[in-house]
T-cell receptor, first 112, second 114 residues
Framework: GENVEQHPSTLSVQEGDSAVIKCTYSDSASNYFPWYKQELGKRPQLIIDIRSNVGEKKDQRIAVTLNKTAKHFSLHITETQPEDSAVYFCAASIQGAQKLVFGQGTRLTINP | DTEVTQTPKHLVMGMTNKKSLKCEQHMGHRAMYWYKQKAKKPPELMFVYSYEKLSINESVPSRFSPECPNSSLLNLHLHALQPEDSALYLC?????????????FGPGTRLLVL
C-alpha cells in the first residue's frame, strides 16, 4: 500500500523567514496531495492541495510543488508569522481508494 | 452550514461503560469517515461510509461499532474499551468517496478510558 514519509519532524524558523516541508510517497498511482494544518487541540484544517496534473499551486504565502517523477511534494510557507506555528501533515490519495495516507507530521515553530 | 460538528467534546469512560460519539454535517456530503488520532501522530483511518453504507473497515476491533443512520449523521458506539483506546476521535466528510475529494474534519472528541 501507499507510504508517505515527511521531513523534517520539527522545524524552527525566525519570523519572516521561509519554511519548507517535504514529503515522498511510494505509490505512483497517487494523484491527490493535500496539506493539513493542526493547531494544538484543534481539528486538522486543509490549507492547500494539489492534483497530479499540476506541478505547482500557490495561495498567498503558501505554495505546494509536486514532482511526479521523483514522487515527492513540498509545502512552502513564505514570510512566516507566529500564527503559522502548528503541526503540518501531508497526505496522499489514490482516486477510488477512499483513503488518505498521512505523513508523520512536522511541528513548525515560528520564533518572534 | 460548512462545518462538521462532533459531540461530545470530551468523554471519560470506564472499561465497562457503553457510550456513543456523534458526528453531523449539513454540507450534502455523501462520504463520512472516522479517524483515531494519538498524541503527536497523524490521524489513522478507522471506517469509511459511502452513501450510508460501510465501505471500509480498517480492521478495527469490534468494541468500536460505527453507524450511519442517514446522510448527515455518523455515530461511533463504544463498548468495553481499553485504556489504550484513549485518543482524539475525528470525524470527517467529503462530497463523494472514491474520487479526488477534499476531506473536512470535525473538531474531534477527546476520549479518556479509565
Amino acid at each position: 500500500g501507499e507510504n508517505v514519509e515527511q521531513h523534517p519532524s520539527t522545524l524552527s524558523v525566525q519570523e519572516g523567514d521561509s519554511a519548507v516541508i517535504k514529503c515522498t510517497y511510494s505509490d505512483s498511482a497517487s494523484n491527490y496531495f493535500p496539506w493539513y494544518k493542526q493547531e494544538l487541540g484543534k481539528r486538522p484544517q486543509l490549507i492547500i492541495d494539489i492534483r497530479s496534473n499540476v506541478g505547482e499551486k500557490k495561495d498567498q504565502r503558501i505554495a505546494v510543488t509536486l514532482n511526479k517523477t521523483a514522487k515527492h511534494f513540498s509545502l512552502h510557507i513564505t514570510e512566516t508569522q507566529p500564527e503559522d506555528s502548528a503541526v503540518y501533515f501531508c497526505a496522499a490519495s489514490i482516486q477510488g481508494a477512499q483513503k488518505l495516507v498521512f505523513g508523520q507530521g512536522t511541528r513548525l515553530t515560528i520564533n518572534p | 452550514d460548512t462545518e462538521v460538528t462532533q459531540t461530545p467534546k470530551h468523554l471519560v469512560m470506564g472499561m465497562t461503560n457503553k457510550k456513543s460519539l456523534k458526528c453531523e454535517q449539513h454540507m450534502g456530503h455523501r462520504a463520512m469517515y472516522w479517524y483515531k488520532q494519538k498524541a503527536k501522530k497523524p490521524p489513522e483511518l478507522m471506517f469509511v461510509y459511502s452513501y450510508e453504507k460501510l465501505s471500509i473497515n480498517e480492521s478495527v476491533p469490534s468494541r468500536f461499532s460505527p453507524e450511519c443512520p442517514n446522510s448527515s449523521l455518523l455515530n461511533l458506539h463504544l463498548h468495553a474499551l481499553q485504556p489504550e483506546d484513549s485518543a482524539l476521535y475525528l470525524c470527517a466528510s467529503s462530497r463523494l468517496a472514491g474520487l479526488i475529494e477534499t476531506q473536512y474534519f470535525g473538531p474531534g472528541t477527546r476520549l479518556l478510558v479509565l
